[in-house]
């Protein structure tokens, strides 16, 4: 089974208003197989979770069919899946409760190369702990992330290292296995930022190494919220705030309220989705893996393409030439502000935004201060016409 991006691009009603989505870093657009998953949930008999009515059944079958969906996209197990509002607030939920064992003289290490979703909850959990942050900065030139240099930084007081699988801007894909088990030797906790890894690639958490992950199905296609992965049983170790009568079982004592059961559902028809999209294999891992090799390698050809046009075009300053990377080009054209670009692009029905897009350590580290720059991202719908309007549209820019 083929990947054809004429086929998927018919699943998507936002494309039929003839824009071409660069903007899919910050969340990518929805196949209607994910919102009709949404709305039969929202509108079938539901209640709380439980085993008496159908409308309890239903609810409990929606949670437990999300738990395994994800584990079958990142191969992780199910009953360590724990849904929240978004990565950031399940990131502030796990260090308040991480820190909770930190005491002045520990140390957190950080990169300048995440988001900060995955830096700032860390170093405000330091800080109240009493323990150290210890930085570490990526090549300006490159855009890599070396494991000597997180390495460096690492002693045996060091009680967690946070760093991303995929840079938000750079498109920077670190060796995460090499840096967990730099991390593992000295004896801290790996939490890895795989919001923007998971779209384009095919993951696995154990081989990344990863103690805990977290990541937004609406950026693979599905609806907004969080989600953090980890074994049960290093889940079991942690204790957050939680209400008197709420369930102390993992993961449930880390959701905190009712769950959105409808977006839970469009999270399963996100993965059922992309599972589909080159694979007709028997289970569902094996189609995950399968179409996700296929939609790197679709999303590879474009980029290539990409880059190579951006590099012909006088007056663009590209940012960043990692050796592994996801589909993201981040760039400025001289003589234009950001936002000047941005809304020339727009105007072309092009949707290539400009910011710091949250990563404001590297967005800084590269010179480019809180503005930022102008960031192209593909999915798996963007085809090759898309890439030739972006690039006709920055040859217009540039003069």
Partial sequence: ????????????????????????????????????????????????????????????????GARQAVADLLRCDAGGVVFARSMTQVTYDVSRALAQDWRAGDEVVVTRLDHDSNIRPWVQAAERAGATVRWVAFDRESGELSVDDVRAELSDRTRLVAFTAASNVLGTRPDVAAIAAAAHEAGALVYVDGVHLIPHAPV?????????????????????????????????????????PSSDQVPERFELGTLPYELLAGTTAAVDYLAGLASDAGDRRTRVLE???????????????????????????????????????????????????????????????????????????????????????LAPYTNADDVERLLAGVAEIAG
């Fill in 291 to 377: 179409s996700m090799a296929a939609i790197e390698r679709h999303e590879e050809t474009l980029f290539a393409r990409l880059l190579d046009g951006l590099r012909s075009i006088t007056g663009v300053q590209l940012y960043g030439d990692p050796a592994r990377r996801t589909p993201t080009a981040y760039f400025t054209v001289a003589g234009r502000s950001n936002r000047e670009a941005a809304e020339q692009l727009a105007a072309a029905g092009v949707n290539a935004p400009a910011s710091h897009f949250y990563a404001i350590e590297a967005s800084r580290w590269l010179g480019l201060g809180d503005e930022g720059a102008v960031r192209a991202g």
């Fill in 204 to 244: 696995d958490v154990a081989a990344l190494g990863a103690d805990l992950l977290a990541c937004s199905p609406y950026k693979f296609l599905g609806p907004h919220h969080g989600v953090l992965v980890a074994a049960p049983e290093l889940l079991e170790g942690l204790h957050p705030d939680k209400l008197v």
């Fill in 1 to 64: 089974m083929s990947f054809d991006v004429d086929q998927v691009r018919r699943d998507f009603p936002a494309l039929s208003d003839g824009v071409a989505y660069f903007d899919s870093p910050g969340g990518s657009q929805v196949p209607r197989q994910v919102a009709e998953a949404v709305a039969r949930t929202m509108t079938a008999g539901l209640a709380n979770r439980g085993t008496v009515t159908a409308a309890e059944r239903r609810a409990e079958a929606v949670v437990v």
